[in-house]
């Protein structure tokens, strides 16, 4: 089928504080990437994500900041967002859950649903701490979990064993805010949306969604498999959407019912913005190819929660067509952890090195078919040897060279040879794999096949050696200097997806800063492509540096070189 338009979101980042990365690599930058990849390619595409406003986790943060919740979630919206500036993730929109238009949209999918039948009021059980004079839902409680045993399981999650759970089920629960354990169970009034009743229409759709990962397939349908269960949508908390209803007063929707809204409501953001048509990318499904990228432990919300949200609701919503789902990235085998404070954090990687080097680290190594341990030592040598090696080598000595012999200009071509014919064949089978795998949303594969491209370039200037033909042959040498530095701004366009500032800065020495954002269809063209009297600078320095061993050393010693 053939889409006018693409709609590309990324899982919300929580709020309360700056992500590892771990977040970064298992949502927003592969997000980017293949954002990036569709707006060269000419495709109409918006990438829209914001942070994740709500629940407990951005109560207790700022309660533990000494703000109140809007001040504290309005600073880290700002710095996170400069944050991802940083690493040049070129959002249409990075919105916010706590907008008002995501708001209307939350009340107006529980009226919808509950119009529908499938939202039914139940009496709960749950903590009230009497020192707080409050409930504790999820994580505003603690406790040891009762399937392993881990005595700092949160009400929601055990960090320990990953099970989820009631608050009630918690053994020696303690309140999250004070630590007081003179808590009791009390009955009170929430909304659930009945999932068991939507349980073969989630199903009926997850079986059409034939282009999800496999990670997010299996993950569905274990859920479904399992049996769903009615869901609580309500909290008796203070920050939140609030819960429009007669007798609800001072309740709010559940972080996770509204958040997966929030894409609808950045959206509604971005059209605000700029004017553009939200309804044209949620209302009009069939013209519309969206793909959401994600972590494994957000993909029950998004295979279950929300799908069976848009389906209830019995209007026509866009829902997503591809779940690119990843497993960890790990620290050195353990678990990155916002809440242990243990890896390494997206403001602190932007100070140890460039941007350029931690995207193309982990796109070479995103966690796709299975958990991903990064080593300091590991991105030193995929950094030294992938970018410095073989890119940057390739850039430095064909400027130089050429810039040395004919003056800072492309020099006009001689005759095309049986050579080229070999390096057209190459570089074209190489195009088109890398254009398969970023389509396919294979990034390790794109990575490898990128790669592949460079070493192709420094391959053909090796067996033509133009600076030993030139003695001999001026005409020959510039027809292999003509071609490598057409392949030059060929793989300039073909890296710019994830390593754009690097090919900003590759762009501007060849010229070529109007090409900046094109895409390469025809290599043939590219490569026979005429002098045109062009001009060049020879780089001042190296156009990637080495990380050093030196440090190497310094960064174990600061983050650590073991897991927790």
């Known amino acids: 089928m053939s889409y006018k338009r693409h709609l590309v979101t990324s899982a919300l980042p929580y709020i309360n504080g700056v992500k590892h ?49 809007k001040e504290f979630c309005d600073q880290s919206h700002e710095t996170q967002k400069e944050i991802y500036e940083g690493f040049a993730l070129k959002f249409d929109h990075f ?17 919808k649903l509950k119009e529908e039948g499938f939202i039914e009021e139940k009496s709960d ?47 020696n629960p303690r309140s999250s805010i004070s630590g007081s354990t003179n808590i009791e169970v009390r009955e009170t009034r929430h909304l659930y949306i009945k999932l068991s009743e939507l349980d073969g229409r989630v199903r ?60 609808i409501g950045a959206t509604q953001e971005w059209a605000e913005k700029t004017g553009g048509d939200w309804e044209s990318f949620w209302k009009k499904p069939e013209e ?45 085998g353990g678990k990155f952890s916002t809440s242990r404070n243990h890896g390494i954090f997206t403001d602190k990687a932007l100070e140890l090195l460039p941007a350029d080097y931690w995207r193309y680290y982990l796109m070479a190594r995103a966690p796709e078919s299975d958990d ?21 080598n390739y850039v430095n000595r064909l400027l130089k060279f050429t810039a040395k012999k004919f003056d800072g200009k492309v020099p006009e071509a001689g005759t095309w040879s049986a050579a080229e014919d070999k ?19 294979e990034f390790r594969k794109a990575m490898s096949a990128l790669r592949a491209l460079w070493v192709a370039g420094n391959q053909y200037l090796a067996e033509q050696e133009p600076w030993s033909v030139f003695k001999e042959d001026e005409a020959r040498a510039a027809t292999i200097l003509r071609t490598a530095f057409n392949f030059l701004s060929v793989i300039a366009r073909l890296s710019e997806v994830v390593i754009p500032f690097t090919t900003e800065k590759l762009q ?56 927790a």
């Open 21 to 69: 990365l771990g977040n970064l690599v298992g949502s927003m930058l592969p997000a980017d990437v293949y954002a990036r990849f569709l707006r060269q390619k000419g495709e109409e595409v918006i990438y829209i994500c914001a942070t994740d406003d709500h629940g407990t986790p951005a109560e207790i943060a700022a309660h533990k900041a000494g703000l109140s919740v």
């Open 204 to 263: 009926d759709w997850l079986d059409t969604r034939h282009d999800f990962s496999s990670l997010a397939r299996a993950i569905g349908y274990k859920w479904l498999d399992e049996g769903l269960h009615d869901r609580c949508i309500t909290r008796d908390l203070k920050w939140g959407v609030s819960v429009d209803q007669p007798g609800y007063e001072g309740k709010v929707f559940y972080v996770w019912f509204d958040a997966p809204i929030g894409y």
């Open 372 to 392: 991903s341990s990064f080593t300091w030592a590991d991105m030193q040598g995929v950094i030294n040897k992938d970018l410095a090696d073989v890119l940057g």
């Open 508 to 563: 501007a020495l060849i010229h070529e800063q109007d090409k900046q954002g094109t895409w390469v269809t025809d290599m043939e063209a590219e490569l026979k492509r005429e002098a045109e009297d062009r001009t060049f600078e020879a780089p001042s320095d190296v156009l990637i540096q080495k990380i050093e061993d030196e440090q190497i050393a310094e960064f174990e010693g600061t983050f650590g070189s073991e897991a």
């Open 95 to 111: 919105g916010r859950t706590s907008s008002q238009q995501n708001a209307a949209l939350t009340q107006h999918f529980c009226a």
């Open 125 to 171: 059980q749950q903590l009230y701490s009497i020192d707080d004079e409050r409930y504790l839902p999820d994580r505003y409680v603690e406790g040891t979990c009762p399937h392993c045993g881990f005595e700092g399981a949160r009400g929601d999650e055990c960090e320990g064993c990953g099970k989820q759970m009631e608050p009630t089920e918690l053994l």
């Open 423 to 441: 390096f057209l064949t190459e570089t074209s089978a190489l195009l088109a794999d890398y254009n398969k795998h970023l389509a396919n949303c």
């Open 288 to 332: 519309v190819y969206y793909t959401q990228f994600m972590a494994k432990d957000n993909v029950s919300f998004h295979t279950i929660n929300f799908p069976a949200t848009q389906l209830g609701s019995g209007e026509t919503w866009k829902t997503v067509d591809n779940i690119k789902a990843f497993n960890w990235l790990t620290y050195y």
